[in-house]
């Protein structure tokens, strides 16, 4: 669901959970998930080694009326960078629903800056872990789904301009999780779009 408020700013997308029965023991009308015996293919992925022992800490899980969230997707816009307080309030919200379980992408398509030298994702990971991410001169943007339980882990895809956006796993429950084929959808939309919208962009 778009434009729903988990807390803090709002994200762009939310997944949220009803039955889980339906969604990960099968049956009737299941919603179709990969196994968690087929891990998602990405060029790095980097995992929270000391997560065993933070998880077993208490968290504030934030429900919803219709469900629990399950997933967050939050696309980065020019305006979490243009300032310390804005790259720093994104950071503080990605870290924050990482330690409620919240299992979170973020599509970031612009270039690292002054506030975002390695990207960030490199911000993010490092509050997480305090492991540092060196992205690949050559992709300098990623898109990064953090699975959230049971040990935090980031699946990461650097990529550049003018490449086809790749196929990213968005964690539901643990090892479960759903493929997202981003090049497909965008291009499908992009086809859809009104002239008047298309011609500014264009």
Known sequence: MAEQVV????PDVVTRKTDPEVLFNGGKGSVA???????PATSYVMTAETDHYAAKANRIRIQ???????????LVSPG???SNHAIRAF???SVDLLYQGINLMIPDPFPPGP???NGIHDLIWNEVTGQRFDIPKDRPLTIVSYQASPVKTAYIEPISIGAALPVM?????DEYYISLPLESTYSDTWNVLPVELKKPLE
């Open 7 to 10: 807390g803090g700013a709002a």
């Open 33 to 39: 998930v990969t196994s968690p015996e087929a891990k």
């Open 64 to 74: 919803h009326e219709l469900g629990e969230v399950l997933a967050v997707i939050e």
């Open 80 to 82: 979490n960078k243009d």
């Open 91 to 93: 950071v503080d919200k």
């Open 115 to 117: 506030r975002d030298p």
């Open 169 to 173: 796993p968005l964690f539901l429950k």
